[in-house]
């Protein structure tokens, strides 16, 4: 089975400053998907950045960008001109290329990110 | 807003009581979940419904249980809860298939009395 662990419950940034949230999942499958979510309080979860495990180049969407190391099974989240409105509860999770799993998403247990002003 | 719809907002019920509830999506897709948040822990999935066909059932309790008429529509009844069934439930829908990510609704905070 697969598991995605994050092991760092709270992280805190200073606004404008960049930070990386940690991410590490086991899995014997060779092709996946794997995605950060951000659940703010109004606890909507909102995909952030996604990453297919075929491809080797990193994922970026404007100021979030991922480090993939497949073979260490990492999958951080970089933060850049960190804002206010950053904070949030931050998911790592993952999903087989499989169809027959059914499309579920596999999450980590959380990173609690605060922003200073 | 996702295009994932979640009634109601907060629910609280006490242990005797039965209620549902309901997740809505009009995205055109085909697959629909439901995922329990619960305080300190990551989100566990319930239920898989794929072209409105229960595909998963994650070991979840028989007080719980999911219904899906179409596949715009996903219900949780729920009866005989405990109190430690409170929790954030978390509707999402994908397309199943397709390398997609799941759209979430803003969940159900649900309070067992």
């Known amino acids: 089975a697969q598991t995605v662990t994050q092991s760092q419950p709270e992280m805190s940034v200073q606004e404008a400053e960049t930070v990386t949230l940690s991410c590490t999942y086991d899995t014997s499958e060779s092709d996946y998907y794997l995605f950060w979510y951000k659940q703010p309080p109004s606890r909507q979860m909102i995909l952030v950045i996604r990453?297919?495990?075929?491809?080797?180049q990193n994922a970026t969407e404007n100021r979030f960008s991922v480090n993939f190391q497949k073979a260490a099974k990492s999958f951080s989240l970089k933060i850049s001109d960190s804002q206010l409105g950053d904070a949030a509860m931050y998911f790592c999770?993952?999903?087989?290329?499989?169809?027959?799993?059914?499309?579920?998403?596999?999450f980590g247990q959380g990173t609690e990110l605060s922003v200073k002003p | 807003e996702t295009g994932v719809t979640q009634t109601p907002r907060h629910l609280v019920m006490g242990m005797t009581n039965k209620k549902s509830l309901k997740c809505e999506q009009h995205l055109g897709h085909n697959a629909m979940y439901w995922y329990k948040q619960s305080a300190k822990k990551p989100l566990e999935l319930m239920f898989v419904?794929?072209?409105?066909?229960?595909?998963e059932n994650n070991s979840v309790p028989s007080r719980f249980s999911p219904e899906c008429p179409n596949s715009s529509h996903l219900f949780l009844h729920l009866h005989t809860l405990q109190p430690e069934d409170s929790a954030l439930y978390l509707c999402?829908?994908?397309?199943?298939?397709?390398?997609?990510?799941?759209?979430f609704g803003q969940g159900t905070r649900l309070t067992v009395v």
């Open positions: 999402a829908s994908g397309r199943e298939f397709v390398d997609t990510e799941a759209f």
């Open positions: 999770a993952y999903r087989s290329a499989t169809g027959n799993q059914g499309g579920k998403l596999i």
């Open positions: 990453q297919e495990a075929y491809k080797q």
């Open positions: 419904y794929n072209f409105k066909e229960q595909t």
